[in-house]
């Protein structure tokens, strides 16, 4: 079941195909406010919408192009709306997070450069994570009190919407050990501000508690 147009599938008929809901993204500014769910199946995820308007399909293969430039994902063959991880995990915690940092993004959205950094926005320090073999090390400009403060709070970040591991040396890796620098980019900007991304994840929860039907999706 690939498309979303001419079907009338029921939410138990689609967990049955699809497997459990991770997340939801209750309104689609970018495409008449639809709501569009993520599910995963074994190692494949699906993004599904109940809506019937035209071009539904062609937004979800929108997304599922946004899901492979800018988290590393990739189609199944002969596939529109289902995707893997080439590295055999699913890292359902960090995909749980983006669903709704990628749908909310224009189509035409990129990463600015290949480089991982990002101005601190709680100090004037600059963040830069770099990969070696795999682990991932945080980096401040600075190596006083208050940048230490802030390593630690930007690691907790990573671990708690990541699912990252951080050992004893301040080095952070996904399970599967793999690279994943889409990924890593993608959670940079949120995992520097734990407290304001609480905030916005509760405000999301209740926009989707009231504008959403059965599963949490509007048959639009």
């Known amino acids: 079941m690939h498309s979303t147009n001419n079907l009338n599938p029921t939410p138990s008929?689609?967990?049955?195909?699809?497997g459990d809901c991770v997340s939801l993204f209750p309104i689609d500014k970018q495409f008449n406010d639809i709501s569009v769910g993520l599910y995963l199946k074994e190692s494949t995820y699906t993004i599904w919408s109940f809506s019937h308007l035209p071009k539904t399909s062609s937004r979800i293969l929108s997304i599922c192009e946004q899901f492979e430039k800018l988290l590393g994902l990739k189609l199944l063959e002969n596939s529109s709306n289902q995707l893997f991880f080439e590295c055999g995990s699913n890292h359902v915690q960090p995909l749980k997070f983006l669903f709704a940092q990628v749908v909310s993004k224009p189509s035409d959205y990129k990463f600015s450069d290949n480089q991982i950094q990002i101005k601190d926005s709680?100090?004037?320090?600059?963040?830069?994570?770099?990969?070696i073999?795999?682990?991932?090390?945080?980096?401040?400009?600075?190596?006083?009190?208050?940048?230490?403060?802030?390593?630690?709070?930007?690691?907790?970040?990573?671990v708690k919407y990541g699912g990252l591991h951080l050992d004893e040396n301040n080095s952070l890796s996904f399970s599967?050990?793999?690279?994943?620098?889409?990924?890593?980019?993608?959670?940079?900007?949120?995992?520097?501000?734990?407290t304001s991304i609480e905030a916005m994840l509760e405000a999301e929860s209740q926009r989707g508690q009231m504008t959403t039907s059965t599963l949490g999706f509007s048959q639009t």
Do not use: W
Not at 13 to 18: A, L, M
């Open 122 to 131: 709680k100090s004037p320090f600059q963040i830069t994570v770099e990969n």
């Open 13 to 18: 008929q689609i967990t049955e195909y699809f």
């Open 176 to 194: 599967c050990g793999k690279n994943h620098d889409k990924l890593i980019k993608m959670l940079l900007p949120y995992s520097r501000n734990l």
């Open 133 to 158: 073999n795999n682990a991932y090390h945080v980096n401040l400009n600075s190596d006083d009190t208050k940048a230490k403060i802030r390593l630690r709070m930007i690691n907790a970040g990573f």
